[in-house]
Each structure stands twice: as C-alpha cells, then as structure tokens.
C-alpha cells in the first residue's frame, strides 16, 4: 500500500470502531450501528464519511454532546406524514431507527414523508437510501449540516453542504444509489486531504481571503456545485430539513466542533414512495434495469473506459474492500487501536480547526 495507508479487514475495522464508540460512553446498540455505517462509507471509498470522523464522534460523545440514552419516539401527523422526534441521539442509531418508521408507513400507504428532527451527525446518506431500495422503495433522502458554504455571489458561509441521497430498485445487480453534497465536495473529503496531507483541487473550496486555494489546511469555506444551482439545492435542503421541523435554519444550525458538549439538534428528511402504487413492480424494476444497461453500453467519451451510473463505482469499491481490506489512514489505525479515546482536539475551534 501507499506510504501512510493501511488495508484493515472490514469486521475488524467495525469492530474497532464500535469499542472506541463504547470506551467514550455509547451504548453498544448504537455504537455498532454507527460502527457499521462508517466501515460501509470506508469500504465505498467514501473516507469523508469513515474512520476519519471517529475521534471526533469519540470526542462528542465523552463530553456530552450526544444523548447516550435518547428517548426515540414517531409522532404520526397524517395518513402518510411523521416526525421522528431523535432526543439527540447518536445520528446514525437514530436516523436509521426513523428510517424504519418510514419504510413501515410507506409499505402501508405507498409514500411516506418523514422528518428526523433532533439528531446528530448522520453520516452518509446512500446508506439509508440504499436500504429502502432493497424494500422496494423509492427513495429521497436530505439533511442538514454546519454552515461552511459561500452562497453564489457572497462573501461568507451561510448554508451547509446539505447532501441529498436517491434510491431505486431495478431486476437484477444492486439497487441504483445516487448520493451527493451540494457542494463541489463534502467537508469531510478535505478532512480526508488533511489527513493524508494531499492537495485538493482548487475548485473545492476558498481560504480566508475567498479566493481558490488547493491547500486542505487554509480552507475557510466550500463552494456550490454548478453556482446558483447548487447554492438553490442546498437551500431547498434547508428548508426541509430544518425550517419545516422547527429546527434552526441556515447559518443558525449548530457548529459540528465549535462546542462538543452541546447537542447538535440536526434535522434528516426522507421521502419513501412505493412503486406499487404506480406501476407494476417488476415492470418498474425491468425499466430501471434496461436503463442501467443501456447506459454501460454506450461508447465512452475520450480518457474513459465506460459509461457508470452514478455511484456505482463506489459499489464497485465497497465489493473489493469487502474481499480484501479497507484503506485505512495508518494514523487513523494506530488510533482506533490505541487506548486513547478523545484528544481534546476540537472544542471551541469550529469548523476550520486542525
């Protein structure tokens, strides 16, 4: 491997994890479900979303900025509407809890529109998606994050990089998951540059001065994808995902490292349709299919060697890291084997801290 990367068998990298999880104060329910949730975005190729955010986590969690025992409740508000009331759980135990109440309502009416309100960080969203698919759903998936993002045209940060997540079935192969930040790239691929000390390309993000910059260190806010589209999508993210829960709004949403021993009080939206109550199933499932076929069997332009369906190669990733270990930063490894739970590392630095 590369100098500074280690290939970690996924079951013990999950394991790891979960143990760090358990020392900080996390009950072993929930920390093997957050555990499972990063081992997936590690062996997807998707380090943002991995083993790079688990001291932070350890930290959080140590000091009281999730609730170790959260009261989880649904509160049904309409034939096919809910809010999963999250008690600042650790995000990636409650959003998948609430993404259950979802699944039920909308195999019972054939759409549900569910918010998650009160959660922490909820890590990567393909994974919820990527369940309700495998139920034969279709899906959406939205969140809120911190505000790191310059608008089109400002100055300063205002909006999260706010990702939005998509889903469907088709016949044969694994179900088409789409999955993207509303930003060029998420903060946690800079996380991930830091880490492994790597330049990042200077349309990700600006430094202090707002100008372009390819150093992972002197960034100081992301940029939107595509200008005023993304800045647009990520504020239809906010709106559903925090506005219409009660929850705080755009610059307003709590920091995720300013002060570790706050709740976050984040905010996930799904929405979950059945294809059932359209179309025949298998026939929607065969359409899905032969589109997923036609588009591998295009020619592919210059300096590609085919066409891919969005996200489909980290599916491909994910099955070889399965079978053969997971990239793991050595520093990260040493750490998650270590006895050392959180460093201190964080509070009262924001965002931006080293």
Same mark, same amino acid.
């Given at each position: 491997? +590369?100098?500074?990367?280690?290939?970690?068998?996924?079951?013990?990298?999950?394991? @790891?994890?979960?143990? %760090?999880?358990?020392?900080?104060? @996390?009950? %072993?329910?929930?920390?093997?479900?957050?555990?499972? !949730? $990063?081992?997936?975005?590690?062996?997807?190729?998707?380090?943002? !979303?991995?083993?790079?955010?688990?001291?932070?986590?350890?930290?959080?969690?140590?000091? =009281?900025?999730?609730? @170790?025992?959260?009261?989880?409740?649904?509160?049904?508000?309409?034939?096919?509407?809910?809010?999963?009331?999250?008690?600042?759980?650790?995000?990636?135990?409650?959003?998948?809890?609430?993404?259950?109440?979802?699944?039920?309502?909308? &195999?019972?009416?054939?759409?549900?529109?569910?918010?998650?309100?009160?959660?922490?960080?909820?890590?990567? $969203?393909?994974?919820?998606? &990527?369940?309700?698919?495998?139920?034969?759903? /279709? +899906? *959406? +998936?939205m969140c809120q994050s911190d505000p790191m993002v310059v608008p089109f045209g400002g100055s300063e940060?205002?909006?999260?990089?706010?990702?939005?997540?998509?889903?469907?079935?088709?016949?044969?192969?694994?179900?088409?998951?789409?999955?993207?930040?509303?930003?060029?790239?998420?903060?946690?691929?800079?996380?991930?540059?830091?880490?492994?000390?790597?330049?990042?390309?200077?349309?990700?993000?600006?430094?202090?001065?707002?100008?372009?910059?390819?150093?992972?260190?002197?960034v100081r806010g992301l940029l939107p994808i595509a200008g005023p589209k993304g800045y647009g999508l990520?504020?239809?993210?906010?709106? #559903?995902?925090?506005?219409?829960?009660?929850?705080?709004?755009?610059?307003?949403?709590?920091? #995720?490292?300013?002060? *570790?021993?706050?709740?976050?009080? *984040?905010?996930?939206?799904?929405?979950?349709?059945?294809? %059932?109550?359209?179309?025949?199933?298998?026939?929607?499932?065969?359409?899905?299919?032969? #589109?997923?076929?036609?588009? !591998?069997? #295009?020619?592919?332009?210059? =300096?590609?060697?085919? /066409?891919? @369906?969005? =996200?489909?190669?980290?599916?491909?990733?994910?099955? %070889?890291?399965?079978?053969?270990?997971?990239?793991?930063?050595?520093?990260?490894?040493?750490?998650? &084997?270590?006895?050392? /739970?959180?460093?201190?590392?964080?509070?009262?630095?924001? +965002?931006?801290?080293?």
């Amino acid at each position: 491997m +590369a100098d500074g990367i280690t290939l970690v068998d996924a079951q013990e990298l999950q394991d @790891l994890m979960m143990n %760090k999880f358990i020392a900080a104060g @996390l009950k %072993k329910e929930h920390a093997e479900e957050t555990a499972r !949730h $990063l081992t997936y975005a590690d062996a997807c190729g998707i380090h943002s !979303h991995g083993t790079v955010r688990v001291a932070y986590y350890a930290e959080r969690i140590a000091k =009281g900025g999730v609730n @170790l025992d959260p009261q989880i409740t649904f509160e049904k508000t309409g034939t096919s509407t809910g809010v999963v009331h999250g008690d600042n759980g650790m995000g990636q135990y409650v959003c998948n809890r609430g993404l259950d109440y979802a699944i039920e309502m909308a &195999k019972d009416t054939g759409l549900a529109a569910v918010g998650v309100e009160k959660t922490g960080h909820s890590g990567m $969203l393909s994974y919820y998606v &990527k369940r309700a698919a495998e139920e034969d759903l /279709v +899906a *959406l +998936a939205m969140c809120q994050s911190d505000p790191m993002v310059v608008p089109f045209g400002g100055s300063e940060n205002y909006f999260g990089t706010n990702p939005i997540a998509f889903s469907a079935p088709r016949s044969s192969g694994e179900a088409l998951v789409f999955d993207m930040a509303t930003t060029v790239q998420a903060w946690g691929k800079v996380l991930d540059a830091r880490s492994k000390d790597r330049a990042i390309p200077d349309t990700w993000a600006v430094d202090g001065d707002g100008n372009p910059t390819t150093n992972p260190h002197a960034v100081r806010g992301l940029l939107p994808i595509a200008g005023p589209k993304g800045y647009g999508l990520m504020m239809l993210v906010d709106v #559903m995902a925090g506005s219409m829960l009660g929850l705080p709004f755009g610059k307003h949403v709590s920091s #995720m490292y300013a002060d *570790l021993t706050q709740k976050r009080n *984040l905010g996930q939206f799904y929405i979950l349709m059945d294809p %059932k109550k359209f179309t025949d199933l298998e026939a929607f499932k065969e359409r899905v299919q032969q #589109m997923t076929e036609e588009l !591998h069997q #295009m020619p592919p332009a210059k =300096g590609f060697d085919q /066409v891919y @369906l969005p =996200g489909e190669r980290s599916q491909i990733r994910r099955k %070889k890291a399965m079978a053969n270990g997971i990239e793991v930063a050595t520093e990260i490894y040493d750490y998650l &084997k270590s006895d050392t /739970v959180h460093f201190d590392k964080y509070d009262g630095q924001g +965002a931006f801290a080293e």
